[in-house]
């Protein structure tokens, strides 16, 4: 099933016409790991929106991700109630950049939005991404709260560990999904990078996923797959998170992270906290399952 005949599917469904809950198989040339060795690009600098630019560059740029008339989201970490120096969400001026860029390659309509964890008024201001959205005086910019009725049953075809989930529909219509994630410690899955930042499009009671946490996010990422991975790691959370709090658990790094492979952006990431790619649950499950490289040493890593 094609994504087009998918989201017919789902519409249907969601309009009381179809009793069958619709299902997603991606195409399994998208589910093979990457034949060539996949990019993974990294830059340092303190102003991030030319930061931004610089580290798509060796990926071929932000046009290459975004076309002219796509419907875009940007799916940040705003789960959490904490300032951006506290780093437990993705830093305010990234996500700026990060629109901005999207909009000057064309792009028709950008959606940002996170379920969060803490009370989603506060998350969205205190994270600072808020102000942040408002301060782009641009009409393709959609940012919001999401709709609870937005959230519709996918079967997860290829699951190992859960064979359904609720997944937001604007994350499923969109043309380019766009990941950014910022790099922290997490007590369950001992890192956020992508693959746990997806968490963010789930409804339903997402306590669920916790049990085998690592398989059921790689099981998530057979549906939901960004066609970039931009890592914040401007400022990253070395202790108690992921909801931190204490200004002493962060190290600033002043560097972001980018891929097309959500596997290999992920696995170069752990580094950045002198651990190894294996030793993270999620990236382990999600490269065994195809979807894409965790050896450091059959990457292309380029320094923007």
């Given amino acids: 099933m094609d994504r087009r005949d998918f989201m017919k599917q789902v519409l249907l469904w969601t309009a009381g016409i179809s009793t069958s809950i619709p299902s997603f198989r991606i195409g399994s040339e998208?589910?093979?790991?990457?034949?060539?060795?996949?990019?993974?690009?990294?830059a340092k600098g303190k102003n991030y929106y030319e930061l931004v630019a610089r580290v798509l560059e060796p990926l071929g740029g932000i046009g290459?991700?975004?076309?002219?008339?796509?419907?875009?989201?940007?799916?940040?970490?705003?789960?959490?109630?904490?300032?951006?120096d506290q780093a437990a969400n993705t830093?305010?001026?990234?996500?700026?950049?990060?629109?901005?860029?999207?909009?000057?390659?064309?792009?028709?309509?950008?959606?940002?939005?996170?379920?969060?964890?803490?009370?989603?008024?506060?998350?969205?201001?205190?994270?600072?991404?808020?102000?942040?959205?408002e301060s782009i005086k641009d009409?393709?910019?959609?940012?919001?709260?999401?709709?609870?009725?937005?959230?519709?049953?996918?079967?997860?075809?290829?699951?190992?560990?859960?064979?359904?989930?609720?997944?937001?529909?604007?994350?499923?219509?969109?043309?380019?999904?766009?990941?950014?994630?910022i790099a922290k410690h997490h007590s369950l899955s001992k890192l956020t990078l992508g693959l746990k930042n997806s968490m963010g499009v789930l409804g339903g009671n997402r306590g669920n996923m916790h049990h085998d946490l690592g398989q059921k996010l790689a099981d998530l990422a057979t549906v939901v797959r960004p066609k970039l991975t931009l890592?914040?790691?401007?400022?990253?959370?070395?202790?108690?998170?992921?909801?931190?709090?204490?200004?002493?658990?962060?190290?600033?790094?002043?560097?972001?992270?980018?891929?097309?492979?959500?596997?290999?952006g992920d696995a170069f990431a752990t580094t950045l906290f002198n651990m190894q790619p294996d030793e993270i649950p999620s990236t382990v499950a999600a490269y065994k399952m195809g979807l894409g490289e965790m050896h450091l040493d059959r990457m292309q890593i380029i320094q923007a």
């Avoid at 998208?30 to 690009?41: Q, R």
């Avoid at 964890?117 to 506060?122: F, K, L, M």
Wanted: glycine share 4%; charged share 30%; aromatic share 6%.
């Fill in 30 to 42: 998208l589910l093979a790991a990457e034949k060539e060795s996949p990019v993974v690009s990294h």
């Fill in 64 to 84: 290459k991700f975004v076309k002219t008339g796509d419907h875009v989201v940007i799916k940040p970490n705003m789960a959490w109630d904490r300032s951006p």
């Fill in 91 to 133: 830093h305010p001026l990234v996500m700026k950049a990060m629109v901005e860029h999207s909009l000057d390659a064309g792009a028709k309509k950008i959606m940002v939005f996170d379920r969060t964890c803490n009370e989603q008024r506060r998350c969205y201001v205190n994270s600072g991404i808020q102000e942040a959205m």
């Fill in 139 to 181: 009409k393709r910019l959609a940012y919001y709260h999401p709709d609870t009725r937005k959230f519709v049953p996918v079967n997860i075809e290829r699951g190992k560990a859960v064979n359904r989930l609720e997944i937001y529909r604007d994350a499923l219509e969109a043309d380019t999904y766009i990941n950014v994630p």
């Fill in 231 to 264: 890592i914040d790691a401007t400022r990253i959370l070395l202790r108690n998170g992921p909801q931190g709090g204490d200004i002493d658990d962060v190290k600033i790094l002043d560097t972001l992270v980018a891929s097309a492979d959500p596997v290999a």
